[in-house]
Nanobody, 121 residues
Framework: QVQLVESGGGLVQAGGSLRLSCAASGNIRRIDDMGWYRQAPGNQRELVAGITSGGSTNYGDSVKGRFAISRDNAKNTVYLQMNSLKPEDTAVYYC???????????????WGKGTLVTVSS
């Protein structure tokens, strides 16, 4: 069984920074793409940032230049450094990863339970 556990959320003032972490654990053979999504009340879940196993990254337009995604493959962990936070960044942030567990089965997508980020004005 695979688990993704996020940490690092909280309350921060506009202009501040937070760093989110997401650690994958369990019977993991290989982790492919990892990423962060967010969902604000009344909104659909949206991509914040993604990173491949080789380190290539992509970002949602609203966070480009402010957020940075990285990963530590030895620790099965992905990070999201969030700078210059705005009130509109307030949301539940979810970790996502494509993980291969079984030899004869393709990778599956797993989600964390989310961590709340609140940015006050």
């Amino acid at each position: 069984q695979v688990q993704l556990v996020e940490s690092g959320g909280g309350l921060v003032q506009a202009g501040g920074s937070l760093r989110l972490s997401c650690a994958a654990s369990g019977n993991i053979r290989r982790i492919d793409d990892m990423g962060w999504y967010r969902q604000a009340p009344g909104n659909q879940r949206e991509l914040v940032a993604g990173i491949t196993s080789g380190g290539s990254t992509n970002y949602g337009d609203s966070v480009k230049g402010r957020f940075a995604i990285s990963r530590d493959n030895a620790k099965n962990t992905v990070y999201l450094q969030m700078n210059s936070l705005k009130p509109e960044d307030t949301a539940v942030y979810y970790c996502n990863a494509n993980i291969k567990v079984l030899v004869l089965r393709p990778p599956q997508t797993y989600w964390g339970k989310g961590t709340l980020v609140t940015v006050s004005s």
